[in-house]
Nanobody
Framework: QVQLVESGGGLVQAGGSLRLSCAAS????????MGWFRQAPGKEREFVAV????????DYAASVKGRFTISRDNAENAVFLRMNSLKPEDTAVYFC?????????????????WGQGTQVTVSS
């Protein structure tokens, strides 16, 4: 079955950095656009970043643009999220997701498969 397993979360001070990883199995990884979403307590899940399946096009939420970088390694079936200049408002559970589509989808309903999430906590 399809599995998406996130790792790399943790506690970091404001201004610090983290690198999240998502290992995918059970799917034709290169056929999927891969996204990162996050959900803070009491809030809806929101789009963070996406990398397309073919040409590596990317898109970012305005709140993270310039600070976060998404990348993928099709040989390793993995997607990454490098997060720099972290802020307390970045605190959330971060989810990896896979969408069987081209382009750079930003809506949760487009994504077929989801990981369990990894907690990121940024202290002030």
């Amino acid at each position: 079955q399809v599995q998406l397993v996130e790792s790399g979360g943790g506690l970091v001070q404001a201004g610090g950095s983290l690198r999240l990883s998502c290992a995918a199995s059970g799917l034709a990884f290169s056929a999927y656009s891969m996204g990162w979403f996050r959900q803070a307590p009491g809030k809806e899940r929101e789009f963070v970043a996406v990398v397309s399946r073919y040409n590596g096009d990317t898109d970012y939420a305005a709140s993270v643009k310039g600070r976060f970088t998404i990348s993928r390694d099709n040989a390793e079936n993995a997607v990454f999220l490098r997060m720099n200049s972290l802020k307390p408002e970045d605190t959330a559970v971060y989810f990896c997701a896979a969408a069987l589509t081209s382009g750079v989808p930003t809506t949760t309903r487009t994504y077929r498969h989801w990981g369990q999430g990894t907690q990121v906590t940024v202290s002030s």
